[in-house]
């Protein structure tokens, strides 16, 4: 039988964490909820939920633009995920060493992350302005024809993309906390026996941040999977709904055209593409990442 005390104990702590379970409770778990019971519905906002079944999942099936909006997500998860956590990598390696200021340039280069997303959209808009912008003028410079950037449809998703390796800083930090976790005896054992930089690279730096490679991976297609912000701010899905990306989409259905119950719906699908993707990594990474002391 518990004594007073450790009950005493246990009311003090389930009272500090309400608030939070709370929240958790009240502004995460019921939004979810009334989500997925409104994906099921007809809701306007105005009106009271009609239950429709699963009619909102038959349309989007049909649904032209639903398609389009999948495939520019896609197509921008495969190309800016790996190049974000490239330039992260190398900004990382570059910014991995012992010198005098280097704290400075590591704050430097992760600023951009900082950076509120409608003033850093506003900030692009203006660089890839195709009169007065600087990224034609520095094009102009080189010897190179001036670029479309945001102005049509088929340069305005690459656009995006350079935007967004601007804030390759989040990922640099992770890296940079993954190189100066791995221990210096290694690398002094690998010297010893000979190893080349090139040998020293593969055989332990690459190995020793396979976790770090796996979270990176990880977050990198949740948040690619989940831009927003910055499309709104700059193209708003255009020209010719070419930026139109999933999020977008699910916004303009919700606050545009108030058909919350096609917009839920919309919005279960991506989560359980993120869900099988995300679930894809986990289980393939048993077989490449690699833990200090041999776990997997």
């Given at each position: 039988?518990?004594?007073?005390?450790?009950?005493?104990?246990a009311?003090?702590?389930?009272?500090?964490t309400?608030?939070?379970?709370?929240?958790?409770?009240?502004?995460?778990?019921w939004?979810?909820a009334?989500?997925?019971?409104?994906?099921?519905?007809?809701?306007?906002?105005?009106?009271?939920?009609?239950?429709?079944?699963?009619?909102n999942?038959?349309?989007?099936?049909?649904?032209?633009?639903?398609?389009?909006?999948?495939?520019?997500?896609?197509?921008?998860?495969?190309?800016?995920?790996?190049?974000?956590?490239?330039?992260?990598?190398?900004?990382?390696?570059?910014?991995?060493?012992?010198?005098?200021g280097?704290?400075?340039?590591?704050?430097?280069?992760?600023?951009?992350?900082?950076?509120?997303?409608?003033?850093?959209?506003?900030?692009?808009?203006?660089?890839?302005?195709?009169?007065?912008?600087?990224?034609?003028r520095?094009?102009?410079?080189?010897?190179?024809?001036?670029?479309?950037?945001?102005?049509?449809?088929?340069?305005?998703?690459?656009?995006?993309?350079?935007?967004?390796?601007?804030?390759?800083?989040?990922?640099?930090?992770?890296?940079?906390?993954?190189?100066?976790?791995?221990?210096?005896?290694?690398?002094?054992?690998?010297?010893?026996?000979?190893?080349?930089?090139?040998?020293?690279f593969?055989?332990?730096?690459?190995?020793?941040?396979?976790?770090v490679?796996?979270?990176?991976?990880?977050?990198?297609?949740?948040?690619?999977?989940?831009?927003?912000?910055?499309?709104m701010?700059?193209?708003?899905?255009?020209?010719?709904?070419?930026?139109?990306?999933?999020?977008?989409?699910?916004?303009?259905?919700?606050?545009?055209?108030?058909?919350?119950?096609?917009?839920s719906?919309?919005?279960?699908?991506?989560?359980?593409?993120?869900?099988?993707?995300?679930?894809?990594?986990?289980?393939?990474?048993?077989?490449?990442?690699?833990?200090?002391?041999?776990?997997?």
């Amino acid at each position: 039988m518990k004594s007073r005390k450790a009950v005493r104990e246990a009311i003090a702590g389930y009272l500090f964490t309400s608030p939070v379970t709370l929240g958790i409770l009240l502004f995460t778990a019921w939004p979810v909820a009334q989500s997925l019971y409104y994906s099921f519905t007809k809701f306007n906002i105005i009106k009271k939920p009609q239950w429709v079944g699963g009619d909102n999942y038959a349309k989007l099936t049909g649904d032209a633009e639903f398609w389009h909006s999948l495939k520019i997500t896609a197509i921008f998860t495969g190309v800016s995920v790996p190049a974000s956590l490239l330039v992260g990598f190398l900004m990382a390696l570059l910014l991995n060493r012992s010198l005098r200021g280097i704290g400075l340039f590591r704050t430097i280069f992760y600023l951009p992350v900082v950076v509120p997303v409608v003033a850093s959209g506003m900030l692009w808009k203006q660089l890839y302005s195709p009169t007065y912008g600087f990224a034609n003028r520095l094009l102009e410079a080189v010897g190179l024809p001036p670029y479309t950037w945001f102005s049509q449809p088929e340069s305005v998703l690459p656009s995006i993309i350079i935007m967004g390796l601007w804030q390759a800083g989040g990922s640099m930090i992770i890296w940079l906390a993954g190189f100066q976790g791995i221990p210096v005896h290694l690398y002094e054992a690998a010297i010893v026996d000979g190893a080349s930089r090139m040998r020293r690279f593969w055989s332990i730096t690459i190995p020793m941040i396979t976790p770090v490679i796996f979270f990176n991976l990880i977050m990198g297609f949740i948040g690619s999977f989940q831009v927003f912000g910055q499309v709104m701010a700059t193209t708003a899905g255009g020209p010719l709904n070419a930026s139109n990306f999933l999020m977008v989409m699910i916004y303009k259905e919700a606050f545009r055209t108030l058909n919350m119950g096609y917009a839920s719906a919309l919005a279960w699908v991506l989560f359980v593409i993120v869900l099988l993707l995300t679930a894809f990594i986990f289980r393939t990474s048993r077989s490449w990442v690699h833990y200090e002391g041999g776990a997997k």
